[in-house]
């Protein structure tokens, strides 16, 4: 009688571990840490007056740092939009990365892993808010791709430089904007509905275990807010340039904004359970500067009280295009109060979101968890990790960074920089010399961190090109009519006609800002091809092959630099090749060095036969890695 009795109460034991077991991991699923990321677009490091700013009051961003920890060398993952919150989003240092480049829509690959999509599994509900940057519509890289339930905002940098747009995007479908007609224009404040969006998002998943991305737009873009923002009224007044008052007034309001989502998750009860992160998305840029104020109004790189710099600003590898304000706050974990130095970058935030989470992060990352900087090391569980090396590269720049050591090559082929930051955190005493052995290393750690791009794709740019012009109320913004009565003429003196002529191929086109390959053949020298050498399309040298629509006899060619104000681009070393078939050419029939003019350059060569001429730009007049061509002539019959 008791052995039948005992195997009914091993039973009722296993079962009862069982069902405690299911309850235990259902009680985790619903106790699972909440993860809030708020990004904003563009704030210098000394711009919150928590860093003591004398003009911005930003008192919600304060108290939260004053409530939480602040890092004083928290990095952004790249100097600008798209690239950084590429790293951000997949925990990988843009040496990795597929989005290098800023152009708007550069698509992440279709396989690649995101916070996101790493969350998924794990049952949260993954929103976000504001500027996606990583893939326009059309493409492999739509947020709704990448594990996010629901993306409301902007998927294009241009589109969201604009809150007065047509219309915004959700999950790839138009929100219309009442009233809106671009630019500044319009009834429906953009960033409003963003916002009124993300603490929806927040109340309707209260419930469950949630990641709310919000990399908000402010004070990005056109300055623009309403007049009776509440913001607008503490710096209406001031004696200051306005559009310097409306940055500071937007910077105020995002700060309120700030305030309102964290009093939110304390009315749900979810304080104790919620991580929230605040951070800028790259360096500051040095807004309104003058003579007086070279480093801008708000001094967004310049230490407010000290006047110390951080060298360059948004777009350079420098200090100034890297540091960002960052701060975290979570109640009975973090330590209120805390002030770290800890060095980490935006790759980190996967493997940390990872850690708190119980999420498992993808294999490929290069971040590591900063959770025992955050709630310490006992409350971790195990000690810090620290880097052995941080890298970026952006636009033909490269900066490597071993604990105070920076060495940075400031554009391609230029010699390497050395500076020891915690001497010189300008970098503005440059030490490689004396210390030759550490920027070997540098260089050695720079070499093995780039990996060729691999970018996602567009199966059509259609609506991606649509979301672009909606800046300007749905049309790209109209060309002047009036002539730049400067611009020079290209001879007509023996060279051929361009009217049978086609572009057959080239290495790349700045389609943003319609600065197209046709332009260097469409005989209007106010139109021009611009080309990147940076972002992954081609590395350089440049190439555009023409077709000349026929054999011809060429006896020399004629390049028209950019007929503009500017010279960004304008080729110094070319060279140019003749073929009879479009995908072979043999060596330059020709090779020399422009010089920077804007008038026509006649460029002889020996005689020769072919139909197809090909153009490959090596270097540029001022060192940099574009190409522009206004007009491209042949001369021959």
Known sequence: MRAPLMQNRICLSVMGVFLFG?????????????????????????EPSFMGNPIIQTPNIDRMAAEGIRFTQGLAGSSVCAPTRCCFLTGKHSGHTSVRSNGGGTPLRADEETIASMLKPLGYATGGFGKWGCGGRGSTGVPEKHGFDVFVGYYDQVHAHSYYPPYILRNSEEMPLAGNHGNSNGDTYSHYVIMDEATKFIREHQDQPFFAYLPVTPPHGIFDIPDDDPAWAIYKDLALPEQAKRYAAMVTMLDRQVGEVLRLVKELGLEENTL?????????????????????????????????????????????????????????KIEPGTVSDLLWYFPDILPTIAEVTGATAPADIDGISI??????????????????????????????????????????????????????????MHVAQANPSVLAKLKGFAEQAHTPVVEGTFESRELHERDRAAKFGGKP???????????????????????????????????????????????????????????????????????????????????LARQDGGWNGAIKNIEFCVSDTADHFADPV???????????????CEPVSGRYVLLRATSEQGGREFATVAELGVIGN
């Open 371 to 428: 959770l025992p900087e955050l709630i310490g090391e006992s409350a971790a569980g195990h000690p810090q990790a620290k880097h052995e090396y941080l890298y970026w590269e952006i636009s033909g720049q490269t900066a490597v960074r071993m604990g105070n050591w920076k060495a940075i090559q400031p554009k391609k082929d230029a010699d390497w920089e050395l500076y020891d930051l915690d001497r010189d955190v300008s970098e503005s």
């Open 477 to 559: 913004p109209v060309k002047k009519t009036r002539k730049n009565k400067s611009a020079m003429k290209m001879p007509t003196k023996g060279m051929l006609s361009n009217k049978d002529w086609s572009v057959v191929r080239f290495s790349s086109e700045n389609t943003g800002n319609h600065k197209f390959a046709r332009n260097a053949i469409d005989g209007d020298p106010e139109t021009l091809w611009h080309t990147k050498f940076s972002g992954g399309i081609t590395p350089p040298p440049h190439e555009l092959v023409i077709d000349l629509g026929a054999v011809h006899r060429i006896e020399g060619f004629v390049y």
């Open 276 to 332: 929230v992160f605040f951070s800028g998305d790259n360096g500051g840029a040095d807004y309104f500067a003058s003579k007086e104020q070279p480093r801008g109004v708000h001094g967004a790189n310049k230490h407010p009280t000290t006047g110390v710099e951080f060298r360059g600003k948004k777009g350079k590898l420098y200090e100034g295009g890297l540091r960002i304000p960052a701060i975290a706050r979570w109640p009975g």
């Open 590 to 604: 020709v090779t020399t060095e422009l010089s920077k003019t804007r008038a026509p350059q006649t460029i002889p």
């Open 22 to 46: 299911i309850a235990a991991a259902a009680e985790a699923q619903t106790t699972r840490p909440n993860v809030i990321y708020i990004m904003a677009d563009e704030l210098g490091y000394f």
